[in-house]
């Protein structure tokens, strides 16, 4: 059974910094794309960034380029987002999904379907 379990999100002031956890179980982690994707309310879900640890890919929204890192630890099926100089449009609950890469592409890493998503953390940035 694939699960993914986000952690790390928090209550933070405007230029602070937090890092979730995205763990991964129940697949072949070298053979998936992970995404972040935010959803605040009202407004639409986005993708915010993207992995493939096996490629060394990783491609970023721009909203959030130069300031979110993300990075895996394939020896713990986990992906990271490191979230510096956060406003509070970063606000939203964000959500990491995975998709096998035969189903993926790397120029539009957005537009995929991804099948499997986690439960979603809460990310408030208070101004």
């Known amino acids: 059974e694939v699960q993914l379990v986000e952690s790390g999100g928090g209550l933070v002031q405007a230029g602070g910094s937090l890092r979730l956890s995205c763990a991964a179980s129940?697949?072949?982690?070298?053979?998936?794309?992970i995404a972040w994707f935010r959803q605040a309310p009202g407004k639409e879900r986005e993708g915010v960034s993207c992995?493939?640890?096996?490629?060394?890919?990783?491609y970023y929204a721009r909203s959030v380029k130069g300031r979110f890192t993300i990075s895996s630890d394939n020896a713990k099926n986990t992906v990271y987002l490191q979230m510096n100089s956060l406003k509070p449009e970063d606000t939203a609950v964000y959500y990491c999904?995975?998709?096998?890469?035969?189903?993926?592409?790397?120029?539009?890493?957005?537009?995929?379907?991804?099948?499997?998503w986690g439960q979603g953390t809460q990310v408030t940035v208070s101004s």
């Open positions: 129940g697949f072949t982690f070298d053979d998936y794309a």
């Open positions: 999904a995975a998709v096998s890469k035969r189903n993926w592409g790397p120029v539009t890493p957005f537009t995929t379907f991804y099948p499997y």
């Open positions: 992995i493939s640890s096996s490629d060394s890919y990783t």
